[in-house]
């Protein structure tokens, strides 16, 4: 099992262009979650999902649209980058029977 | 508000000592997380707590949970440099969606010979 993948690992990005990140799992989670890092900030929820088709906002929504393709696959949004969302992006799966969420690798997002 | 507070954030500890870290909350919840990262990779979970009075122990590192208190603690004991890491705590508050994590700000651990 892979767990958790994250694509890209890295990107850079100019002010106003957009991107997907990708993030699939092969755990046969339920639920799914996108979380940013920034120093000294921990990390805070963007949006999570409970199963395929519903999605909710976490603690920093804005500037980002989820997509809940299927079981495996969580992608995130980014419409018109800004500096602000500059940052490391993580997701996250967690079974309806476990109570660990398990992380992937991560992608590091700079916008100029 | 959720608010998750650890202390401290910074720690510079040596080999062979003790110390403790803490996790404050401010809402009622049953599930602590501990979570070890190291520089430039993703999380590790070291322990999930689920219940008031819960301990758990792996190695050099035991967490414990008072939900009524709303206050977890990581015992380091007998410190290594392996260690070293950043331990991020994050209290699980559940929703429709599943049990959404909200996280300290995390402590910074240097353990020097």
């Known amino acids: 099992n892979a767990g958790v993948t994250q694509t890209p690992k890295f990107q850079v990005l100019k002010t106003g262009q957009s991107m997907t990140l990708q993030c699939a799992q092969d755990m046969n989670h339920n639920s799914m979650y996108w979380y940013r890092q920034d120093p000294g900030m921990g990390l805070r929820l963007i949006y999570y999902?409970?199963?395929?088709?519903?999605?909710d906002k976490g603690e920093v929504p804005n500037g980002y649209n989820v997509s809940r393709l299927n079981k495996r696959e969580f992608s995130l949004r980014l419409e018109s980058a800004a500096p602000s969302q500059t940052s490391v992006y993580f997701c996250a799966s967690v079974g309806r029977h476990t109570d660990t969420q398990y992380f992937g690798p991560g992608t590091r997002l700079t916008v100029l | 508000e959720l608010k998750v507070e650890q202390n401290p954030l910074f720690l510079s500890m040596q080999e062979g000592k003790n110390y403790t870290i803490y996790c404050n909350y401010s809402?009622?919840?049953?599930?602590l997380y501990w979570y070890r990262q190291d520089p430039g990779k993703s999380l590790e979970s070291l322990f999930v707590?689920?219940?008031?009075?819960a301990v758990k122990q792996e190695g050099r590192l035991m967490a414990s949970l008072d939900t009524k208190a709303r206050l977890s603690t990581l015992h380091i004991t007998a410190a290594v440099h392996d260690l070293s890491a950043t331990y991020f705590c994050a209290v699980g508050i559940d929703s429709n969606s599943g049990y959404a994590l909200n996280f300290g700000k995390g402590t910074s651990l240097l353990v020097t010979p």
């Open positions: 707590l689920l219940s008031n009075g």
């Open positions: 809402t009622t919840s049953d599930r």
């Open positions: 999902s409970a199963s395929e088709g519903t999605t």
